[in-house]
């Protein structure tokens, strides 16, 4: 679990898993070779093999009158094509609570897209029946995702993800359908990056002059700080997600802004920095 304080908001980072390779299906040109001289990836990001760590996770975001959770991962008893992904049975839940936070309690859940790994926790199995696992939350979706994914045949890596973790929410009558500049509080607003998916958000806090972006997923890795044209197999418009890339580069580099990624490896966050011919990542 990590935690970081933007003014009065605390953001804490709840695992649900962080792998160690068998991540090339997801950033295919991120082979051992070629992310071996990138020495800064080292040890957080990257084993000395070269090898790309990643973690799904939520984050549950607090300012002083609202409990809100952003993306919510996997999910457990849910029938997914990537076999690591199916059926999972882990502790998120638990491991929730074990951080100080009741899932009934939770009053607004914000979804960046609709990709399988960031909707799971939408819902939850009881009496073989999805149900809501956040019943007293407002979900927020962008209008122009979930217009997109109710009505497109699902691709392989997303089959399921709308009958099982986004439909239920839905007809339970829980979904506020919004537009990517939503201004969610006095201190979160979202955050067009469009290319991963159509109606792709990401997360701006702002609080006391300090300020932090959760990214969702127009960065996957921080290895497309480095190598800003490396795509996603899964982006949906690659010269898009290349140009939201850039446009975060040039906006954030060299400014204080907490960069929190969405699939960042422990420690998960940092400050994005350039020298005049790179871009790192400075953790913190």
Not at 59 to 66: G, I, S
Not at 71 to 79: E, F, L, R, V, Y
Not at 152 to 168: A, F, I, K, T
Not at 175 to 194: I, R
Request: glycine share 6%; net charge negative; proline share 5%.
């Amino acid at each position: 679990m990590n935690q970081w304080q933007i003014g009065d908001v605390k953001v804490t980072r709840i695992i649900e898993m962080e792998v160690t390779g068998g991540t090339k299906f997801i950033l295919p040109q991120a082979d051992r070779e070629a992310i071996k001289p990138m020495s800064w990836l080292r040890p957080h990001f990257a084993d000395e093999d070269g090898n790309l760590i990643m973690s799904i996770h939520a984050l549950v975001v607090e300012t002083p009158t609202r409990t809100m959770i952003v993306d919510t991962c996997i999910g457990n008893d849910k029938q997914r094509n990537i076999p690591t992904w199916t059926n999972l049975q882990l502790p998120f839940l638990n491991d929730l609570t074990a951080a100080g936070y009741d899932r009934m309690k939770i009053d607004t859940v914000m979804c960046t897209h609709l990709h399988v790994d960031h909707v799971g926790w939408n819902t939850m199995l009881e009496d073989g029946q999805w149900v809501p696992t956040f019943p007293n939350a407002r979900y927020l979706m962008g209008r122009k995702e979930f217009e997109y994914w109710d009505e497109v045949d699902s691709d392989p890596l997303n089959e399921g993800v709308m009958n099982d973790s986004v439909r239920p929410i839905v007809n339970a009558g829980l979904v506020d359908l919004v537009g990517t500049d939503h201004q969610v509080s006095d201190e979160l607003q979202f955050e067009s990056t469009p290319g991963h998916t159509p109606g792709h958000v990401s997360v701006r806090i702002t609080s006391k002059g300090q300020h932090a972006l959760i990214t969702g997923d127009c960065i996957h890795h921080p290895c497309q700080i480095e190598k800003v044209d490396w795509s996603s197999s899964a982006d949906y418009d690659p010269a898009a997600a290349l140009q939201t890339r850039q446009d975060l580069l040039n906006r954030y580099s060299d400014e204080n802004v907490l960069i929190i990624g969405t699939h960042f490896a422990t420690p998960s966050a940092g400050y994005l920095k350039h020298d005049g011919e790179k871009y790192w990542l400075d953790v913190r």
